[in-house]
């Protein structure tokens, strides 16, 4: 068994396992990634992100020939064990991990570029914290052949229509009726079908 030394870390109510594997040593099966963020037997979260330095995966290097800067990767995998582009909060996290662990020095109102599989991401440090630069946003969610969506989430009556949203990651949009609507959904357990 694979000893591993790791940080929680949580933005805006994501929270995420962390851990620094500079020449991508570890071996992230899904499997593997699911065990650590399953938050019964492992020790949860919606994600986890490793940090890897960029020349050490084949997305990396592509990015370090862009821009040398981006000597740190933001390896992220979903708590499903599924790879994902890029997570809004989780790049945040990633920035404060890199900073606390002394992996990177960065004072506020400096900028720190990461690489991601969604590409370069510029991360500034300000006096509360970090923002990050996802880029532009655009409609749709890519891959799906939709537009839209429908959505259904424990506590929500019936399937409600939502507009797909992608930020480097897809994102669906849906309203609510009411406040109290809001607040009784369950959004652990929903569900996205794309609609022709």
Excluded at 10 to 37: K, S
Excluded at 130 to 147: C, P, T, V
Excluded at 163 to 178: C, F, L, M, Q, R
Aim: with cysteine; proline share 4%; hydrophobic share 40%.
């Amino acid at each position: 068994m694979t000893e591993l030394h790791f940080t929680k870390g949580q933005g805006t109510g994501n929270d995420f396992v962390l851990f620094a594997d500079p020449d991508a040593t570890v071996d992230l099966t899904p499997e593997r990634i699911r065990a650590i963020a399953d938050r019964r037997f492992g020790v949860g979260g919606d994600g986890v992100i490793r940090a890897v330095r960029s020349e050490s995966l084949a997305e990396g290097r592509a990015l370090v020939a862009e821009d040398p800067a981006a000597v740190w990767f933001m390896d992220y995998h979903n708590a499903d064990g599924s790879v994902a582009e890029m997570c809004g909060n989780g790049v945040r996290v990633f920035a404060r991990y890199l900073t606390e662990s002394g992996l990177v020095d960065l004072a506020p109102g400096e900028t720190l570029t990461v690489g991601s599989r969604k590409g370069l991401v510029d991360i500034q440090r300000t006096t509360n914290g970090f923002q990050a630069d996802l880029g532009r946003w655009r409609l749709g969610i890519e891959g799906s052949g939709a537009d839209d969506v429908l959505v259904r989430a424990k506590n929500l009556d019936g399937a409600r229509p939502g507009v797909g949203i992608d930020v480097g990651n897809p994102h669906v949009v849906v309203a609510v009726a009411t406040e109290d609507e809001l607040a009784d959904l369950e959004l652990t357990t929903w569900r996205c079908s794309t609609r022709p």
